[in-house]
């Protein structure tokens, strides 16, 4: 039970992160810098207790694709759910067995099969009906991407399959050096595009210092910290189809979550369309080997 319950922890932790951000930006404190903030004080405290773990990230390339894939995947989800809806951008995320399967053939050299490609389909035709836009016709009616936390969504949803494509094929690394990674990724990925759109005026510049949201992020931090090593301790003493299943509960924490506080509303298309997309990712985990 205990590594199942640590599961559910960090299902819980992503499934209700999307309140403290949107509370850090009403602080005056952008999704993004709160994400190098955030990660930046897990990696100050990983060097402090794990300072190992720096050289094994610099001796191991392969290590910074997992950066960046994890960077990518946390600055996109963070600043998703703040400025849309929760529910659809987590479910928009969620298309990780359409990603996964592309990724595993281009990584892993996994075959093709027709499980995968019935995984792919009900995948994108629940995606087709989250994202079909009610009240239009012609062009205007394709079921596509149309605002910016529909494609952070997707982008963080692709960003996801590849860090788990990546943290399958780098499995005999110390844990310690891959957890840096990610914490690291999320400092850096989230950091170069916090610092581009304020060049350019397309976002504010972070506030000063100030004890409410510091306080706040510094506390998000640890939790962060303490999820991160529930996901490790858990993956790592569960066959990976029953920690894929368990994982999916972010999507009803989330939904949960943001119905019951105001950031999300729910409607037939959304129910429809996202009990197809975890479905796909239902059957996804149910065709692993059952190994730990």
Not at 154 to 161: K, L, P
Not at 197 to 208: D, G, I, Y
Not at 247 to 256: Q, Y
Request: no cysteine; charged share 10%.
């Amino acid at each position: 039970m205990l590594p199942a319950l640590a599961l559910t922890f960090n299902a819980l932790v992503w499934g209700t992160s999307w309140w403290p951000f949107r509370e850090l930006q009403a602080q005056g404190l952008h999704p993004l810098w709160a994400t190098v903030f955030v990660y930046l004080l897990a990696v100050i405290v990983i060097a402090v207790l794990r300072p190992r773990a720096f050289a094994q990230v610099l001796r191991a390339p392969a290590l910074w694709l997992l950066v960046f894939a994890s960077g990518a995947t946390n600055a996109a989800f963070n600043w998703a759910v703040v400025i849309g809806d929760v529910v659809r951008v987590v479910l928009l995320f969620y298309l990780m067995p359409l990603w996964a399967v592309l990724l595993a053939r281009l990584l892993l050299n996994e075959a093709l099969t027709r499980a995968a490609g019935l995984r792919v389909a009900i995948a994108l035709s629940g995606a087709a009906i989250v994202l079909w836009p009610e009240g239009r016709s012609g062009w205007d009616a394709v079921p596509l991407p149309r605002t910016l936390p529909d494609w952070l969504g997707i982008a963080g949803g692709f960003s996801f399959a590849l860090n788990n494509v990546m943290l399958r094929r780098e499995a005999q690394r110390p844990e310690e050096g891959r957890a840096l990674a990610m914490f690291v990724g999320g400092v850096l990925v989230a950091g170069t595009l916090a610092l581009t759109l304020a060049a350019q005026s397309r976002m504010p510049w972070p506030p000063a210092i100030a004890p409410s949201w510091a306080g706040l992020a510094s506390a998000l931090a640890a939790v962060f910290l303490l999820s991160n090593w529930a996901l490790q301790f858990g993956a790592a003493r569960l066959p990976a189809n029953v920690t894929s299943v368990v994982m999916l509960a972010e999507v009803v924490f989330a939904s949960l979550s943001a119905v019951a506080w105001g950031g999300a509303q729910w409607s037939a298309s959304l129910v429809m369309g996202g009990a197809l997309i975890v479905s796909a990712a239902v059957l996804a985990a149910a065709g692993k080997p059952a190994a730990h």
